[in-house]
């Protein structure tokens, strides 16, 4: 059996106080055919970053730049990386020592001549900044695997965590590398270009731990809402009528369910008017009738698949977060 060679590429700016969990959690895999990439992006911590890289030596390769954002430090870690497929993990977050193991694992298990292009994705770990578990995202137990498998879904339903994935490096040669004009949303921006028309499959198991803390990026970017709201107006313009049709049926049941997605899980109220005015649209188009429903699909309420205490923990770190009158006003809108 082939043993493809994996890059695991940590990104990290001001990180002191996560990067180690992160760096040991991928020199831990029981996958042997890995390297471990560090890019340190200008951090501006007295050196604490940059020593805390370099205390693993030849364990890893590490790469110091001017800072320009995260876009451009996992640019420089896909330029460099020598492996056959890339897996990206935050500074803050950890892997399971399976994670490698088990998804080239799966990759290994799939029919077809084009098994090696697929790209694979999972479910994850909430953990707090004292690396505690506060819930599981298992989308298995939300969606059905035709609907997972749909190579759109995930980016349309919010469950392209990109730490949870392993990309084959030729998708990067195909459709380029994250824009580094985006400061929060290069990722979803890039999944779009990607995901589109190769082979996307959900991976069973939970292999990240993803961690919930209050620095994290787009908290504290003023310009994170706007910059989402652009990006999901335009992807729901771009997006085809073949694409639409495999992940919810017909377009009318993929622009109201999207619309339903971001009302629930989102506050990004310009796409989800767009959405929604697409989809009335479509009546139009059927001579004023809703088309008929080929896919029963809902939109869960919560991606929590943790049960009653996680939803408690999580609900907890969010008021911690974010305090209590911004919790509420969020639980509400799930609602209305």
């Known amino acids: 059996m082939i043993s493809p060679k994996v890059s695991i590429v940590i990104p990290v700016y001001n990180g002191s106080n996560f990067l180690k969990e992160a760096i040991d959690s991928a020199l831990a895999q029981t996958y042997s055919n890995i390297e471990v990439i560090v890019v340190n ?9 940059e020593t805390i890289a370099r205390s693993y030596g030849d364990r890893i390769r590490y790469f110091s730049k001017i800072n320009g954002g995260v876009s451009t430090a996992l640019n420089l870690g896909i330029k460099e990386m020598t492996g056959d497929y890339f897996s990206w ?3 803050d977050d950890m892997y399971k020592p399976e994670k490698v193991a088990r998804q080239i694992e799966f990759i290994q298990s799939l029919e077809g001549s084009d098994k090696i292009n697929t790209i694979i994705y999972g479910g994850f770990e909430l953990i707090n900044d004292r690396s505690k578990t506060i819930d599981v995202i298992d ?3 939300l969606y059905g695997n035709s609907q997972l498998s749909a190579s759109l879904f995930p980016v349309f339903r919010g469950l392209a965590n990109g730490c949870t994935m392993l990309i084959p490096k030729s998708h990067f040669d195909r459709v380029g590398l994250f824009d580094v004009g985006l400061r929060t949303t290069q990722d979803y921006e890039l999944w779009f270009r990607m995901f589109r028309g190769v082979t996307v499959k959900f991976s069973p198991g939970i292999y ?8 994290q990026t787009g908290k504290t970017n003023k310009e994170h809402t706007n910059e989402c709201e652009k990006l999901w107006i335009s992807m ?3 997006v085809s009528y ?3 049709c495999e992940m919810e049926g017909t377009p009318y049941h993929f622009y109201i ?4 997605f971001l009302r629930k899980h989102s506050t990004y109220l310009a796409a989800e008017e767009h959405s929604r005015n697409l989809a ?17 699909s809902t939109v869960p309420f919560s991606m929590s698949t943790g049960g009653i205490l996680y939803k408690v923990l999580r609900i907890i770190q969010y008021v911690r977060n974010n305090g209590l009158f911004m919790t509420s006003k969020r639980i509400l809108k799930k609602f209305y």
Not at 208 to 215: E, F, G, T
Not at 257 to 260: D, G, K
Not at 280 to 296: A, D, H, L, Q, T
């Open 89 to 91: 993990l935050s500074h």
């Open 280 to 296: 009335e649209m479509e009546i139009v188009r059927n001579s004023g009738e809703i088309p008929i429903e080929k896919i029963r």
């Open 236 to 238: 729901l313009d771009t």
């Open 208 to 215: 990240l731990k993803s961690r919930v803390h209050s620095n």
């Open 41 to 49: 992006d200008g951090s501006k911590d007295d050196g604490a970053t």
């Open 139 to 141: 989308y298995s137990k």
């Open 257 to 260: 369910r999207t619309a339903e």
């Open 242 to 244: 073949d694409e639409m």
